[in-house]
């Protein structure tokens, strides 16, 4: 998913939260049907996964992110020891100097 399409995603879940708040003040007051209330449990259960598929896709993003600079760390500590100028270094791999020197 690219940033437009998280952002049209929340979006989305911002309209049903309101819809859904809506319903459940509605439910609150005078009540629901037995076909309104079955709407809203489904409605209500597409948001919610729609909420935990999001997370699951975060935390696997921010596991992905940190194997990846895990690697980009050890790549430039071994390079660091073969005895790699810190210029061709910070090119190869994006880190800045100071990280190549705590290194």
Do not use: H, W
């Not at 439910?27 to 809203?40: C, F, H």
């Amino acid at each position: 998913m690219n940033q437009k399409d998280i952002e049209a995603f929340y979006q989305s879940l911002e309209e049903r939260r309101i819809v859904l708040d809506k319903l459940k003040e509605i439910q609150d007051t005078v009540g629901l049907s037995k076909e309104d209330r079955m709407r809203y449990e489904a409605s209500l259960k597409v948001y919610r996964d729609q909420l935990a598929m999001l997370e699951y896709a975060r935390q696997q993003g921010r596991a992905e992110g940190l194997a990846k600079a895990k690697a980009c760390l050890e790549i430039a500590r071994n390079m660091k020891a073969a005895g790699i100028a810190p210029e061709l270094i910070a090119q190869i791999t994006g880190l800045d100097f100071e990280t190549i020197e705590r290194l």
